[in-house]
DNA sequence: CTGAAAGCGCTTACAG
DNA sequence: CTGAAAGCGCTTACAG
């Protein structure tokens, strides 16, 4: 690369010290009440040689980076793309950048993020856990580095969160599918002890038992790093063991699984069997019929995750803020509504 | 934050100089002939302190962030999110961390997303090219900071860059349709100087020329910036004007936009209109016949793009690596093939 | 074999 | 109103 100009560079040529163009530059000239003659040959020496501060000396310098550092699941999954581009234009926002990374929900990757980004000082977090990351997320805590859980909560941790009320969000899809008169309702989910699973399972759970028909409760627990076609494989064989007339899955992708699988066997939808599905997702368009799904206010859960954020990065508070989102179903032709 | 441990409080601890720990933790006890024991005191204080290493304070010192920008057009499109996440991966394996940018195709915010990670320093861009965006690439030529473009090339600047080759893989994707025995084939793009688009534009004409239904070309010209009923309504429209028989779409973004027109109009695929799209997408599956479309190696498009980049960064050569990568029609039912 | 010291490019408390 | 100087936390050429 070319040599850099610096500050310096630009005080030599106007003839004063670095401190001066600093304060210029940064817009602090009222405040120091730099003269107006120098303050403008300062702006005009820093455009003539196009002047691009250094932000890693800045940093160092200040203590803080104004960059967040996101660590998400999978930023291949549109999930998670779409909520980090949400991130990303709220940071912006706020001139803030965003460093990423996937931990594909392993406490190993998930772990030596959070390190390299620690190292690189970033002012804070946003994080999508994984299951048993709760000591390195603790250790964050304890260091007071700002950090804020999205899309699931570590209840044994003091941490700020924002999250979709995922109880109530399966619970009515339940209740929408006894209301269409099932009763062989099944739900297919992640073998996985982190809460927003324990809470759309136990959603489900409660309305089974609520309609009284707890007898029919079934819920199929998929390991996640299975390929797509086993999870396929195992949804097919439930379907077939178990003879269920609905189901409900717990994320997009086992969703998308379903719908492979359901396909295979042919079975007519909604008729012999209906379906819900969790988030949208243009191959629930195009299924046959229509999917109905449980939508989550992406929108929202990002930018206040990023809100929160800031304000822990701003106020030293040490309050914790908890957000709860609520999820919208959308009844469409798979469950029998249009 | 609880104050952080520094090179200076293991130096003190030990008893020796930060330069002494430095080269220890760097592994350079070997080379400046570190005695065993004081390499071993030192290790075991920086476990013991859990001694992080700043990074930028380093950054600022080698002059290079080990930082790669990443600019594409949007994250939340599953095509750049799956590039980001192979970038992302290759990345790590190299000891470097991504920041990335969505610009939306607008030039406004490519410029700005450039300018802020010039600032902080990147080691090097891997840019998705918006159009009109010449000179700011070039500026970054001209300053010498390595940078490969991936998915579209500017002709007029001299990058390296990782592409498909698009004019075959459309004009591929023609002959298959004429074999099929299509005539009336018409192609739905994107309002676009970009090479990628003209070149998936020439492709579509060349074949049409040489298969002499060149008075059957029509290209359907959409503005990116439409929403997705806009352009829906804008291919419903051609589709009854022009009486098509055939429809290529120049990307996944239209394809999925035309599935909606499609299906709206309630033509049967392929007995009355045949359709190829572009990338896989679950949506493609479901489609009341799956569709045939072109598929990149998005893979090897990913990794070599960080490979010639990390060369870049490397060796200062000024070579400027060409890439051009072929695509596969995966042939399905929405073209008559099975 | 080891350390003192300079310096990366900024910001800012301090002195005048 | 303006500048000299310290310092953020590292690395590294140099001296011994």
Redo the contacts with the bound molecule.
Sequence with gaps: MSK?V???DIATKV??????V??V??GLEKE????VE?AKKIKDAARELNYM??QI??S????STNTIGLIVADIANPFFGQLARIVEDEAIKHNYTVIFGSSDEDCVKSEALIDTFVNRQVDGFIIVPSEGCKSQINSLISREVPCVLIDRYMPQLNTSYVVLDNFSAVYHAVTHLVEKGHRRIHMVAYENSLIHMSERIRGYQEAMIVHQIEKEIHVEKIAYNLTRNETEQIIGDMLMDRKSDALIFATNALSIAGLYAVKNIQKKVPEELALIGFDGNEAFDFFESPLTYIKQPLEQMGRESVRILLAEMKEKTKKKQHVQLESQLIMRASSGSF
């Design positions: 850099k610096s500050l310096k003839g004063v010290s670095t401190a001066t600093s304060y530059l940064n120091k009440r730099v003269g120098i501060p250094n000396a800045r160092l310098r200040k203590g």
